[in-house]
């Protein structure tokens, strides 16, 4: 967005104010989709923990909290991106990639391999190898054009 900051161009700009009310609608969207994403967390918890037997967990229950947990996680990593899209105009692909490893995480965290084929799970495993080698490839040559 830089390259439509530095024109006096009237469209350009009043274009520009308009994908940043869009970009701030998404926040106040997001926000809400994290708190419904919590209070979704609680009850299903909730409902699981009062049933028979009373405060126990099956391992498929654990795994469903984790999985909702994790996606309440990706979804404040989301709302961070827009804060962060919002406060420097530009999209930071560090935590872009962070996000989606998390994502990625969230998924292998939930697989039921009784449902899935070894294709899919080797799929998954690629996805995850090159999402981990771009992250640590973003972050190697950052710190190497920071000097560090």
């Given at each position: ?52 037997p009373f405060m126990m967990l ?19 990593e989301i709302l961070v991106n ?67």
């Open positions: 967005m830089d390259d439509l900051s530095n024109t006096n161009e009237p469209l350009i700009q009043w274009l520009r104010k308009v994908i940043h009310m869009a970009v701030r609608l998404l926040a106040v969207l997001m926000t809400a989709v994290i708190l419904w994403g919590v209070a979704d967390v609680f009850l299903v918890l909730y409902e699981k923990l009062i049933e028979p099956t391992i498929n229950d654990i795994l469903a909290t984790f999985g909702a947990f994790m996606a309440v996680l990706i979804a404040i827009i804060v962060i899209y919002l406060r420097d105009d530009v999209i930071h692909v560090k935590i872009v990639l962070a996000t989606a490893l998390m994502a990625i995480a969230r998924k292998v965290i939930i697989m039921d391999f009784d449902k899935i084929s070894a294709d899919y799970v080797w799929a998954t495993g690629g996805v995850t190898l090159a999402m981990a080698i771009a992250y640590w490839l973003v972050v190697y040559y950052t710190e190497q054009k920071a000097g560090k």
